[in-house]
Nanobody, 116 residues
Framework: QVQLVESGGGLVQPGGSLRLSCAASGNIFGIIAMGWFRQAPGKERELVAAVSSGGNTNYADSVKGRFTISRDNAKNTVYLQMNSLKPEDTAVYYC??????????WGQGTQVTVSS
């Protein structure tokens, strides 16, 4: 099993920035990609951004140009730099790892609230 521990969430005003971190431990063999998901109240969990071990990135249209995902392979850690935050970015943010599929075990997530 892989363990995922997210951190860095908080309350921020619209237009502000936050940087999320996620450390993976345990069975980390064969991880192809790492990603960030989010789930807002009453909505399904959605993929926000992903980064491969080679550094290729993908973003949801709603965050392109505002969020940047990065990865430290040596530390098995993935980051999400979030700029120009909007109230609609409010959600619990989760990280996950991809081998043949996304891992079925999730961490506790970190709450991001964007509000004035």
């Amino acid at each position: 099993q892989v363990q995922l521990v997210e951190s860095g969430g908080g309350l921020v005003q619209p237009g502000g920035s936050l940087r999320l971190s996620c450390a993976a431990s345990g069975n980390i063999f064969g991880i192809i990609a790492m990603g960030w998901f989010r789930q807002a109240p009453g909505k399904e969990r959605e993929l926000v951004a992903a980064v491969s071990s080679g550094g290729n990135t993908n973003y949801a249209d709603s965050v392109k140009g505002r969020f940047t995902i990065s990865r430290d392979n040596a530390k098995n850690t993935v980051y999400l730099q979030m700029n120009s935050l909007k109230p609609e970015d409010t959600a619990v943010y989760y990280c996950n790892v991809f081998r043949s599929t996304w891992n079925t075990n999730w961490g506790q997530g970190t709450q991001v609230t964007v509000s004035s």
